[in-house]
Nanobody, 124 residues
Framework: QVQLVESGGGLVQPGGSLRLSCAAS????????MAWYRQAPGKQRELVAS???????KYADSVKGRFTISRDGAKNTVYLQMSSLKPEDTAVYYC??????????????????WGQGTQVTVSS
């Protein structure tokens, strides 16, 4: 089992920045990838950013150039740096850990564990 605890959410004005953190504990050696999802009210949960331990990353088109996923292996912590935030970025953000897999020679993220979520609200 892997336990994930997110932090860093809050209220920010449009155009502002916020950094989310996700601290992992437990059977971390079973994990080779991590990701951030978000879910806005009335919408399905969507994959925002993912990365493999090897360094491959993927981003949703809606956040490319504005969000950056990174990790500190020594601290078992994953980050999501969000900048140029927009009201449509408002959602509960969830950290996830899982596996980086391949289909038709393209990498993709397969979730296994989830954090409890942290609210991000972008509003003036």
């Amino acid at each position: 089992q892997v336990q994930l605890v997110e932090s860093g959410g809050g209220l920010v004005q449009p155009g502002g920045s916020l950094r989310l953190s996700c601290a992992a504990s437990g059977s971390i050696s079973s994990i080779n990838a991590m990701a951030w999802y978000r879910q806005a009210p009335g919408k399905q949960r969507e994959l925002v950013a993912s990365m493999s331990i090897a360094g491959s990353t993927k981003y949703a088109d809606s956040v490319k150039g504005r969000f950056t996923i990174s990790r500190d292996g020594a601290k078992n912590t994953v980050y999501l740096q969000m900048s140029s935030l927009k009201p449509e970025d408002t959602a509960v953000y969830y950290c996830s850990h899982g596996q980086w897999k391949f289909r038709n020679f393209r990498g993709y993220y397969d979730p296994a564990y989830w954090g409890q979520g942290t609210q991000v609200t972008v509003s003036s």
